[in-house]
């Protein structure tokens, strides 16, 4: 696995993982790029992209009774995937 470093408040970690994201209008399975200790970057998504803002909820799949995490929208990327942090 590859270790990213950059001016970000924790350090990366690439990492493909198969996720479930929800929001309010849609369940879409999607895969993790990167991760670190307060969020994750996502690979595809929606078919309506999420704005900067939006609350998805994630769970990681493959993992038995993995709990969900709500999670945030930081920064979208057009055509490649967008950014979102953990909410306590």
Known sequence: MEITVEARRHLRLAHRAKI??????EVVIAY???LSESGLYVL???N???LPGDILEVIVLG??????????VIRVDDGSGFAVEFLE
Do not use: H, M, N
């Open 20 to 25: 479930q994201l929800c929001s309010k209008d």
């Open 32 to 34: 993790t790029r990167d």
């Open 44 to 46: 595809g998504g929606f």
């Open 48 to 50: 309506s992209a999420p």
């Open 63 to 72: 993992i038995e009774d993995a709990l969900p995490r709500r999670v945030v």
